[in-house]
């Protein structure tokens, strides 16, 4: 009987030793999760403003001299048209001037 209760103790031992250890990594991991979450949120608005000014950029590149005339746009025209229909017009700008540069 008092070798089985000994038995039974050392098994217990070794197991809340494992558990024990088991949560110490959880803990670990999830504070490293969280930590890579937090940056990859910020990586994203990150990204999100890098394109934004990319497509800024683009735009001005692409767009014609102030003797250009009637294909400039005001600035507060430009504030209020669709975020689409500004990047759509910057793409074909982009590709109209890159077909002119090529030929």
């Known amino acids: 009987m008092s070798g089985t209760l000994i038995a039974f103790i050392i098994l217990a031992a070794i197991i809340g030793g494992y558990i024990i250890d088991y ?4 803990l670990k991991w999830q504070s490293q999760n969280q930590q890579s ?11 999100e403003k890098m394109t934004k000014r990319i497509e800024n950029l683009e735009a001005i590149v692409a767009d ?17 048209d669709d975020d689409e229909t500004i990047k759509e017009n910057n793409r074909k700008t982009v590709a109209n001037k890159a077909k002119m540069k090529g030929d």
């Open 64 to 80: 014609e001299p102030l003797t250009g005339g009637a294909n400039k746009k005001s600035s507060f025209s430009i504030e209020l």
């Open 37 to 47: 979450g937090t940056e990859i949120d910020e990586l994203r608005i990150a990204i």
């Open 23 to 26: 949560q110490k990594n959880k």
